[in-house]
């Protein structure tokens, strides 16, 4: 299946084998990929057609036709993954997770500095949670990709503008949700 505007990520889906599976009732797919001494892969939930009109980008619709997202994974990848403590990437219950009350339990951070929030939680949706907490989040209509981080070690990132450290950032290489998933799948097929 090819995704409009993700040439990697489609790259990827196409090299995998795809087995059905369920776990608890609910339906997945395990997605594997290489040469057996190397195979590494995701199990994702089924896809399904969107039709909660929910406001989210186009992409994640996009991915949400060929993958229900990403709730597990084997075989990591070499070089470094945005994604390797997350426990859910591109699902619609990641999707379906609000940011005010991380925002509003967080917000002292902001004020201790003498400033305010300077995105509406409303206008993101999440796309990935890791274990720690810190959570990706991508606008709603233009697919900007931000990261809320009061937990991390990365480099590659940069403070978003009128923030402080610990808050909110950018991906230096993933402006937006193409961008991100491009760079995840790209790991990963490495």
């Known amino acids: 299946m090819k995704l409009p505007g993700l040439p990697a990520f489609s790259r990827l889906l196409s090299t995998a084998t795809t087995t059905p599976v369920r776990i608890d009732g609910v339906g ?4 594997a990929w290489g040469p057996a001494a190397a195979r590494r892969g995701w199990l994702c939930r089924s896809p399904e057609p969107d039709d909660n009109g929910a406001e989210v980008p186009e992409t994640l619709r996009s991915v949400w ?3 229900g997202g990403i709730v597990g994974h084997f075989g990591e990848p070499t ?3 945005w994604w390797i403590n997350c426990d859910a990437v591109l699902t619609r219950e990641a999707a379906g997770s609000g940011v005010d009350g991380v925002f509003a339990a967080y917000r002292w951070m902001w004020t201790d500095e003498g400033l ?3 995105v509406k939680s409303e206008d993101f949706v ?5 274990a720690n907490g810190n959570l990706t989040l991508a606008h709603r209509r233009t697919g ?12 590659g990132v940069s403070v978003l503008p009128g923030c402080p450290e610990y808050t909110l950032y950018t991906f230096d290489a993933a402006p937006d949700l193409p961008s991100w998933v491009e760079a995840g799948a790209t790991q990963w097929g490495s």
């Open 116 to 118: 305010e929030v300077p």
């Open 79 to 81: 070089s470094p993954w």
């Open 65 to 67: 036709t060929a993958t």
């Open 28 to 31: 997945h797919e395990l997605l």
């Open 126 to 130: 999440v796309v990935a949670t890791e």
């Open 144 to 155: 900007e990709i931000i990261w809320f981080a009061p937990d991390h070690a990365e480099s």
